[in-house]
């Protein structure tokens, strides 16, 4: 049995940072692929942060005649994201965060469930969806963890993990769906995006092979200086086998 790196070619296409308001990777070349998947990862909007993420091709590795490959994908926060964190800072009595989880549903597509609202209230009513910020930020947000997490009325799929007023919510079975949220005043329920992605496939016959395109790098824009953005490639379907890994580690479970 082949692993899976003898066939599948996998890059950082931009790596990890901060700071910048636009990035644009390096351009990957595809003449001995047939396909390529970008993976874009943000971490770190809020307060109605979004940036745009599309994928280009060229004529060479230096990006030369750049032209952009289908449409550009706008990543807002809040929108399907496997994890974020909400910040209890003085909550008032009927602030509140909607959540809306997501599930596979038919051929890997992910389908909304039932949005559902918690508000702050003076007491902890598991059954109204009511946690209680009548306390302490930390005593807020164990509550606003509670409510989430109970087996009647909690959101499916997500967890909510409650440590100093910070609630952290995950999937409880990771790569398993998503989730939305909106938060009602977002400088008292202060919430950030931790993983957002977004993914991109480009097939060669999609590339304009008679001008001589052969390469294809990812760029970001209209980043917020505290947002840290990444992208990976996946090239498969290798006209030949096996592919070099430029990894300074490998290994295997055998």
Do not use: W
Request: glycine share 8%; aromatic share 8%.
């Amino acid at each position: 049995m082949h692993d899976i790196v003898e066939s599948t070619k996998l890059d950082c296409a931009v790596y990890p940072q901060v700071g910048a308001t636009s990035v644009t990777g390096e351009y990957f070349r595809m003449d001995k692929y047939a396909k390529a998947l970008f993976t874009a990862q943000v971490r770190g909007q809020h307060a109605a942060d979004d940036l745009t993420f599309a994928v280009y091709e060229a004529t060479d590795a230096t990006g030369s005649d750049a032209q952009q490959l289908g449409a550009t994908i706008t990543m807002a926060q809040g929108i399907k994201v496997t994890r974020a964190t909400v910040t209890c800072t003085t909550v008032a009595a009927a602030d509140t965060l909607i959540i809306t989880p997501y599930t596979f549903t038919g051929q890997g597509a992910l389908t909304a469930g039932t949005a559902l609202t918690f508000t702050a209230g003076t007491s902890e009513v598991l059954a109204s969806r009511q946690f209680d910020q009548s306390g302490t930020d930390t005593a807020c947000g164990t509550s606003l963890a509670a409510c989430i997490n109970d087996a009647t009325y909690g959101v499916p799929g997500v967890l909510a993990a409650a440590a100093a007023g910070v609630v952290t919510l995950t999937m409880d079975e990771p790569g398993d769906g998503a989730f939305t949220y909106v938060e009602s005043d977002a400088a008292t329920l202060v919430a950030a995006d931790c993983i957002q992605q977004a993914t991109f496939e480009v097939a060669v016959q999609d590339m304009d092979r008679a001008d001589d395109f052969t390469h294809v790098g990812a760029r970001f824009a209209s980043i917020e200086t505290d947002v840290t953005t990444s992208c990976s490639l996946v090239r498969a379907v290798a006209g030949y086998q096996p592919v070099g890994q430029v990894s300074a580690y490998t290994d295997d479970a055998s």
